[in-house]
């Protein structure tokens, strides 16, 4: 199903960047309600949005991650095509875990005495920082793909 943009990309590509931009301003927006000390708004937005990422990731993310890039990574990887693509993926899924590792330390007793931190502000401050490198390497993708502004 062609997209909305006016660039080739599908509509799945398309409703995925403006739903990834709005989960972007949504954990800026989560980050200044801590800043605010509303721990309790801020703990709902942005688990809210790590579990939402789930859905892209899985529907739109890794099937084309699988299906386009995986195959040709190894031989391919010079293009811009597919070296934009791994290091989004590489981005992409340390954002997604590490964000999930904070919740797990932060919200449950599950994970061992060793796997636990006591640096909060830190790591909280380093996954807002990946997510983002995520979010902008992600739109690098849509331009690169899509558009000709930045091919090879
Ligand atoms: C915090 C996590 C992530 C963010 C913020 C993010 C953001 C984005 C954005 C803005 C786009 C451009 C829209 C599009 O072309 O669909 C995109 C595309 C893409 N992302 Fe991600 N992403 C994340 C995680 C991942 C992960 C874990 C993978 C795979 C390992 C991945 C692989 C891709 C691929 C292959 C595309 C191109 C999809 C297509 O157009 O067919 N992303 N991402």
Redesign the pocket.
């Known amino acids: 199903m062609k997209g909305f943009l006016g660039t080739p990309?599908?509509f799945?590509?398309?409703?995925?960047?403006i739903v990834?931009?709005v989960?972007?301003l949504a954990l800026i927006a989560g980050a200044l309600l801590a800043r605010a000390k509303r721990y309790a708004a801020h703990g709902v937005c942005m688990t809210t949005v790590l579990f939402l990422?789930l859905v892209?990731?899985g529907v739109?993310?890794?099937?084309?991650?699988e299906q386009?890039?995986l195959p040709r990574l190894a031989t391919h990887l010079q293009k811009r095509y597919y070296m934009v693509?791994a290091i989004?993926?590489?981005?992409?899924?340390a954002?997604?875990l590490l964000?999930l590792l904070i919740l797990l330390v932060a919200g449950t007793n599950i994970l061992p005495e060793t796997w636990r931190f006591s640096r909060w502000k830190l790591w909280m401050r380093v996954e807002l920082a990946?997510?983002m490198s995520?979010?902008l390497?992600?739109?690098g993708?849509?331009v690169v793909?899509?558009t000709a502004l930045w091919r090879q």
């Open positions: 990309a599908s799945g590509a398309d409703l995925n960047l990834q931009v989960m972007g990422n892209p990731i739109v993310m890794w099937p084309s991650f386009l890039v693509a989004h993926g590489v981005l992409g899924a954002a997604e964000g990946l997510w995520a979010l390497s992600g739109i993708i849509y793909w899509y």
